[in-house]
């Protein structure tokens, strides 16, 4: 492949020099159960021996029955056709003698309070902690899945704790965090029990955030929106190649979701990951932040992360800073008004910038707060309204 002139063979070449990057588990999943302490009077323990699994089952949302005890299921884009006994793409969902039903509903299969700013979500309560969770399995496989190893397995090969919504959001609340995030693995699939956690946690003052692919069908994403505080949707790239040949799945759905959650008022952030030689051209970059700017407005932030070999694409080095900064600067040609660069600590564009008079109002190292200068959602110096959910 050539990109911008440089064959791929000459680009590794000279990237082989860049070097690791550092990860925050906001993109990297804890290993299961080895996790933040919470009160003893709150057991996460995984479930040791044969557990009872039937406890995780629920009916299942959004599908219909069809001919032969098959069902579809129209949660996802995917609208697998399932054979009863059988399971959808995402491994979590079951046609049982013509009834769907969910396998994951209160199956954590991984917990930790994490920095808002890990998610990333840049405009939500910026300093305060998400008490953040998945259940096993995913409606995509990313080839550069930094949870591979629970997105990627079907829910019984992976240690798991019984956390229904009210002692999930005892636990959250155990850990003094104000929101709490549906992350790690992919949300959709556990839709039902996000919604329920999601209403519960609600009604008792703790916000909901959805950290998701986006890939999902329209009518089971405005019925889940009212019960959430913000989503931040991973933007794969701009390409339906990309998505097909990189994580099995299409863009179109994806863009979909991004303005529906922009028509519905849903507190919404961006995050691209750049792949070298993939996803990192100027061309598609440009057009990417032209849509954005177009169709969801200049307030909606982006963070551009950097890239870090794993799971089955190897063979790239980290994302080169200078194409960071390149896609920052196309960005903010574009009109955004709030760009961001991740897994670069201590980079300028870490920070969060008044568009009007140019102020830092959130000073950023990493995941750390440094400053914070926002006054009822407004900018200190010129007054000028912050876009996000500061309180």
Known sequence: MNTHGVTRRDFIASSAAAGAVALGCGWHCPSAFAQAPLPKAIDLSPDQGSPDDSRYVRPAMHYKKLEALRVECQLCPRRCQVADQERGYCGVRENRGGEYVTLVHSRVCSHHADPIEKKPLFHFLPGTTAFSIATAGCNMECKFCQNWNISQFRPEQVPSAYLP??????????????????????????????????????????????????????EPMRQLAPHLSAVKVDLKAFTEKFYDEVCSGHLEPVLKTLVLLKELGTWLEIVVLIVPTL????????????????KLGPDVPVHFTRYHPTYKIKNLPPTPLDTLDRAYRIARQQGLH???????????????????????????????????????????KCGRAIPGVWS
């Open 165 to 218: 919504p009210e002692k999930l959001v005892e636990a959250c609340r155990s850990s003094e965090s104000k929101s709490l995030a549906f992350t790690y693995s992919e949300p959709v699939i556990f839709y039902e029990y996000m919604f329920d956690a999601a209403k519960e946690a609600k009604a008792r003052g703790i916000l909901p955030v959805m950290i998701s692919n986006g890939f999902i069908e329209p």
């Open 338 to 380: 709030f760009v961001y660069l991740g897994n670069v600590p201590g980079h300028q564009a870490e920070s969060t910038y008044c568009p009007g008079c140019g102020e830092t109002l959130i000073g950023r190292y990493g995941f750390h707060i440094l400053k914070m200068t926002i006054q009822e959602g407004k900018c200190s």
């Open 279 to 294: 996803n990192d051209s100027a061309e598609e970059i440009k057009s990417m932040t032209a849509w954005v700017a177009e």
